[in-house]
């Protein structure tokens, strides 16, 4: 049986998309991928939060624009219940190129640019968001802001 905790992560996370492809991110050696962001320090707005993370992830500044929706999430990790929610924000960054490899600033965590047309196929977590994002950008306006894979 699996330890249980009693604390939630509350995460800040970008949607950066050129040229039709979505900036991802994975652990080194890890199957899944996420999108870029992390931890909301405790008194830190969360737009502050995303555009600390990317500096410090990527060595690039961001513009953190709309909130496009929170999803919570619960999945397992080392046999232990993680559970977070992540605050989803549009991303723009001049200096990122969908055409080129995405550079790390850390030795344990690397970026990618999957296509937008087959992101139900990838590996993104939460899978919510495979579903959620190209309806954020369709035409219709009528997409779920909030979702959870409890």
């Given at each position: 049986?699996?330890?249980?905790?009693?604390?939630?992560?509350?995460?800040?996370?970008?949607?950066?998309?050129?040229?039709?492809?979505?900036?991802?991110?994975?652990?080194?050696?890890?199957?899944?991928?996420?999108?870029?962001g992390g931890h909301i320090e405790f008194?830190?707005?969360?737009?502050?939060?995303?555009?600390?993370?990317?500096?410090?992830?990527?060595?690039?500044?961001?513009?953190?624009?709309?909130?496009?929706?929170?999803?919570?999430?619960?999945?397992?990790?080392?046999?232990?219940?993680?559970?977070?929610?992540?605050?989803?924000?549009?991303?723009?960054?001049?200096?990122?190129?969908?055409?080129?490899?995405?550079?790390?600033?850390?030795?344990?965590?690397?970026?990618s640019w999957v296509p937008l047309t087959?992101?139900?196929?990838?590996?993104?977590?939460?899978?919510?968001?495979?579903?959620?994002?190209?309806?954020?950008?369709?035409?219709?306006?009528?997409?779920?802001?909030?979702?959870?894979?409890?």
């Amino acid at each position: 049986m699996s330890a249980l905790r009693n604390d939630i992560e509350l995460i800040a996370r970008g949607v950066c998309i050129k040229a039709g492809k979505l900036l991802v991110c994975h652990g080194k050696g890890a199957r899944n991928t996420y999108l870029p962001g992390g931890h909301i320090e405790f008194g830190e707005k969360a737009q502050c939060s995303l555009g600390r993370e990317m500096k410090e992830e990527m060595g690039v500044r961001v513009t953190v624009g709309r909130f496009l929706g929170a999803v919570e999430h619960s999945y397992k990790r080392k046999g232990e219940l993680q559970h977070e929610v992540n605050l989803i924000f549009r991303m723009t960054c001049k200096a990122l190129d969908s055409s080129r490899e995405a550079k790390s600033c850390e030795d344990y965590i690397e970026f990618s640019w999957v296509p937008l047309t087959g992101l139900r196929k990838t590996t993104l977590e939460p899978h919510v968001l495979r579903m959620l994002i190209p309806r954020w950008f369709s035409s219709a306006s009528g997409a779920d802001r909030w979702s959870s894979t409890m």
